[in-house]
């Protein structure tokens, strides 16, 4: 992927802009300031499939993260990857489209 994806949102009252670059996401206010980290690395190396990133989809970000799901601004991909005895990923990417 050369070129970030980008797609504006709301969300509990902010304005967040969701930004893919390769296999890594973030959640940016309208400032253009850190909002939440949406993905994550494994321990051992694995990739997500190109175009993909690993989603942080637990803990602090699950809301987050199912209310993108769920409104289309991201979409998931195979199954989960178990990562510990409480945590899961799975592959996700941006969908490009309309902003909100």
């Known amino acids: 992927m050369s070129a970030p994806i980008s797609r504006w949102t709301e969300w509990r009252g902010h304005r967040i802009k969701v ?3 390769a296999d890594h996401c973030v959640a940016l206010d ?5 909002y939440a ?3 994550c690395e494994l321990d051992d190396g694995k990739k997500a499939p190109e175009g993909y990133f690993w989603l942080r989809w637990w ?10 799901v769920d409104s289309g601004v991201i ?7 178990q ?18």
């Open 75 to 81: 979409t998931t991909r195979g199954e989960p990857i």
């Open 19 to 21: 930004e893919q670059t």
């Open 59 to 68: 803990s602090e970000n699950q809301h987050l993260c199912e209310a993108l």
């Open 30 to 34: 309208i400032e253009g300031l850190p």
């Open 83 to 100: 990562i510990s005895h409480w945590v899961a990923t799975v592959a996700a990417r941006v969908v490009p489209g309309a902003d909100l």
């Open 37 to 39: 980290r949406l993905s």
